[in-house]
C-alpha cells in the first residue's frame, strides 16, 4: 500500500496512540491540555493560538470562533476557507443554544443534470474540478452574522490576526508543508493558485514563508466594509468574471442573494446527557441521535470497547441510520425531513427488532424505493470561561477545494456541488448512494455530514466536539462521544482512539489499522460482516473535542483549577488544543 506524504504522517502519529487506546486506563495518548479560563482547538496551530488570544482579551467563544475561522483560511487553505461554507453549533451561557447554517448553495443557474453526459452518466470530474464544481460560497456571510448576533468585539479586531498572516506571511511548519502535499500538481494547473502555493513552480519547504497579498487585500475590504464587500463588491465580481471563463454558472445575483440560516439544532438524550447537533441539511445531527438512540438499550461499557458484541451492534445501527441518511434527509427548504421520526424512542426500537445480536444484517434488503462526501474538512471547538460553547464545521469540500483560485482575490473556491446526488442510486466520489431528496436545484444546499457537536447534562457543557472525515465525520462524532460516556476515556484517549465505519453501502465495516484484533474481526466475519480496511485512505479524521470538570466523566476534581480540557487528534499534524 503507498500512502501520500499526509496520509503516511496521520498513520504513524495514530500508530503512537492506537495500541493501547483498548486499555483506556493505560492509553499511550498524551493527557489532554488543561486551562481554568478558556480553551480552543483547531486543525494548526496559529489559529488555535488566535483564538485564546480573543478569549484573553475578553471576547466570547463566538468572537473566537469568528477570528479562527478568518485565520484558517490564511494557515490552514487545504480546509479553511472563505471561498466554502459550514455550520455553527452554539450554546450560550444561560444554556440557549442555536444553529448556524451557512453552507455553499447551488447557483441560480444549476439544473438536476449538468453533471450528465448524453447517456445520461456522471462524467468523472465535471463536480469535483473547476469551476463548474463550485457553490455559492457562505463563510463570510456565516462569521458577520455570529459576530453581529451573538459576539462582543469589533470586526476589524476579529481579522486583524488573519489580515497579518497573510500580508507578512507566517513560516511553514512540517505539518503545513504536508497538508499540502496532495494539492500541488492540480493547484499547479491554475495560474492564479499555482502562484500563491507553489514557489517557481516547486512545493514549498518547510522553514519557508507563504505569503498571500491578495487574500489580504480580500479580508481588508471584509474587515472594512463587512460581508457586503465580499457578496456586493469587487470580490464578487472577480469570482464570477473567473467562473463565467472557466466554464462555471456562479452569477452576481447568486452572491447578492446568499443569505445565513439560523435554524434550531438537533437534540436528543442519551445517558442522561443532552447532545445538541446539526439539523439538515446536515444529516449530522439527526444520524447521531438516531444512532444513539438505538445503542442506548445495549450495555456497551460491559460489552468492552471494540468487543465483537459491541462493534456489531454499532454497525448495525449504522447500518439502520445511514439508510435514512441516504434516501430520506435534504435542504429543509426543498425536503420535509423527518426529523421526529428518525430520532424517537419508538423508531429506535423498530430499528432493534430489525437487529440480530448474533449475526450480520444484509443492506440489500434495505435498499430504500426510487433508489461520498469529502474528506477534507475541519472542525474547531472553543469554549469561554463563561461557559459559552461553540462547535464549527466548515469546508471547501475537496483538499484545496475546486483547486481553482479567482485571480485577484486569493480566494480558494468549493467544489461542494459533488455533495448533491448526481444521479439517484449511483456513487458519488466517496462511496455515497443517495436519492432525489438530495438532487440538484437552484438556491438548494447540498446534504452534508458535518456535526458540529455540543453535549451538556443537567444544564452545563459537558463536551465539545466534531471532526472532519466526509460521511466518516458522523461515525467519528459519535464514536468519540460513546468513548468518552461509556468506555470512560479521556478526552484525549477518545478523539485519538481507532474507528469503524459502515454506512450501508457498501455493506462492510471499514477499519483503521488496528482499530480491531485479529480475533474480534474473525467472530464478526463469523457473524456475516465484511471486514476491510481502505487502502486510499486509511486512517481519517481530525476531530478537535473539549470535555468540561475534568480530563475524564469520572475524574471531577473540585479542587483542581483546571476546568477546561482540550485535544486535538494525533492524526492533525498541524493542530494544536490551547487554553489559558
Known sequence: MKLRGLELVRVLSVATCVLAVASPGRAASPAPVGAENGMVVTAQHLASDVGVEVLKRGGNAVDAAVAVGYALAVVYPTAGNIGGGGFMTIRLKDGRTTFLDFRERAPAASTKTMYLDAAGQPVPGASTDGYLAVGVPGSVKGFEYAREKYGTLPRADLLAPAIAFARDGFALEPGDV???????????????????????????????????????????????????????????????????????VLAKEDFERYAVREMKPVECGYRGYTVTSSPPPSSGGVIICEILKVIEAYPLGSLGYHSADSVHLMAEAMRHAFVDRNSALGDPDFVDNPVAKLTSEDYAAEIRTRISKYRAGVSANLMPKGMGESRETTHYSIIDKDGNAVAVTYTLNGSFGARVVAPGTGVLLNNEMDDFTLKPGVPNLYGLIQGDAN?????????????????????????VIGSPGGARIITITLEAIVNVIDHGMDIQEAVDAPRFHHQWLPDQITIEPRALSPDTIKILTEMGHKVTGDADWPVWGEAAGILVGGPKLADTNPDRKERFFGAIDSRAGAGAARGY
Not at 514563508?209 to 472577480?238: C, E, P, R, W
Not at 447540498?446 to 443537567?458: A, C, D, K, N, Y
Open 178 to 248: 504536508v497538508s499540502f502535499a496532495e494539492g500541488n500538481e492540480d493547484l499547479a494547473k491554475d495560474p492564479a493558485a499555482a502562484a500563491i502555493f507553489l514557489k517557481a513552480g516547486q512545493p514549498y519547504a518547510a522553514g519557508e514563508k507563504l505569503v498571500q497579498s491578495d487574500l489580504a487585500a480580500t479580508l481588508t475590504a471584509i474587515s472594512q466594509g463587512g460581508a457586503d464587500a465580499f457578496y456586493k463588491g469587487a470580490t464578487a465580481d472577480a469570482i464570477v468574471a473567473a467562473s463565467k471563463a472557466g466554464g462555471g
Open 439 to 463: 438532487a440538484i436545484a437552484p438556491g438548494k444546499t447540498p446534504l452534508s455530514s458535518m456535526s458540529p457537536t455540543i453535549v451538556s447534562r443537567e444544564g452545563q457543557p459537558v463536551m
